[in-house]
């Protein structure tokens, strides 16, 4: 063999053995480097927050919209035409005040010839009556003329409601917000004619959580404020405390609110009830945790401690009164005990976490 070749196969030789050292070394890199990432992907990042007594007031607001007492879409209970509309929109109406009418030509001729056929009902009945009791007819032929007297008297009944009904009367007592016919307009059953609204009273409709919700009652008095009229303070009265929550845990409390004064409110206005507590606005001090802190909203009860070793303790709570975004906890805590913030969907009990800066 010549030496050429036999320098190239030693050449050779040592460059296969570098790369193969070379391959192992990088493989003991990456496993040592994988080990740590796995050993720190066991730690589950968190936020944590501090346990402490505050000085806040436990009276409370909410927000919401006033809705009008009632509130109709009046339509026709006939098809026609319409021949006068006696109101227009903003006018106050009355229960059975006549709003519009319809033309009543071919109901009113509807209505003589119902009349006219219960007449000679009657006579026929009265004549088949007559007849039965000296044995003139027999007993099926006078149940026959009741029957027919009996019909006929239904058909006339419904053409006089017919003929009631070609004037569109109020059912509510309310504004003309919204007109939607005019004389020579065509209307059928259902189609709207007047929207009618009722603000001598608003509802204001808010929601409040379930610490608040416990003590209130139907007929409380509250005071509530208007968005727009800063400087005036309405009375209400609650008149309705859901039963049940809605899906973000919270219940739906309608307030009554009279409507009268100088600067009347609007229907779509935005307003604020404003909830006193039985201390009349004095501060205390009270226990408190971010609402955040709670597994599943404040309604579960159960809050993440962390220990001194970094890991986490579930525990249950009894909660008080809610303060915006901060909770009173009044048993289960005390001050100075950490709470997890953030990140209790991927904890257990006992899990091992580390606190983000």
Do not use: C, W
Not at 185 to 206: A, C, Q, T
Not at 246 to 266: M, Q, Y
């Amino acid at each position: 063999m010549k030496r050429g070749n036999i320098i190239l196969i030693i050449l050779a030789i040592v460059l296969i053995g570098l790369g193969a050292y070379q391959l192992a070394s990088n493989k003991k890199k990456n496993q040592a480097e994988t080990a740590v990432v796995a050993e720190q992907s066991t730690d589950t990042p968190v936020n944590i927050a501090t346990a402490r007594y505050e000085h806040l007031s436990a009276d409370y607001s909410s927000n919401g919209n006033f809705e009008p007492l009632q509130m109709l879409s009046l339509s026709s209970e006939i098809p026609g035409r319409i021949v006068r509309v006696l109101v227009k929109e903003g006018d106050y109406v009355k229960v059975g005040q006549v709003l519009a009418t319809i033309k009543k030509d071919a109901v009113e001729v509807e209505n003589t010839t119902a009349l006219a056929n219960y007449q000679n009902a009657v006579v026929d009945n009265q004549r088949y009556e007559n007849a039965y009791k000296s044995g003139g007819v027999t007993k099926q032929q006078l149940d026959m003329s009741r029957l027919q007297l009996k019909n006929a008297k239904a058909q006339l009944e419904q053409s006089n409601i017919r003929v009631n009904d070609t004037n569109v009367r109020a059912t509510i007592n309310g504004i003309i917000n919204k007109r939607h016919i005019e004389p020579g307009s065509i209307v059928s059953p259902g189609v709207p004619m007047f929207d009618i609204v009722n603000v001598s009273k608003l509802k204001l409709r808010v929601n409040v959580d379930e610490a608040q919700v416990a003590n209130l009652r139907v007929g409380d008095r509250i005071k509530v404020k208007a968005s727009v009229l800063p400087n005036e303070e309405f009375n209400g009265r609650i008149s309705f405390v859901a039963p049940l929550a809605d899906a973000s845990l919270n219940f739906p409390v309608e307030i009554e609110v009279d409507n009268t004064g100088s600067s009347p409110l609007k229907a779509g206005m935005y307003g604020t009830a404003l909830f006193s507590s039985s201390e009349g606005g004095q501060t205390h001090a009270y226990l408190t945790v971010p609402k955040d802190a709670f597994v599943n909203g404040i309604s579960s009860n159960q809050i993440f401690v962390l220990n001194k070793d970094n890991t986490v303790k579930l525990k249950t709570v009894v909660t008080g009164v809610v303060f915006g975004d901060k909770v009173q906890v009044v048993s289960g805590l005390n001050e100075g005990e950490r709470v997890v913030t953030s990140g209790q969907i991927n904890l257990v009990d006992g899990a091992k976490v580390r606190v983000l800066q």
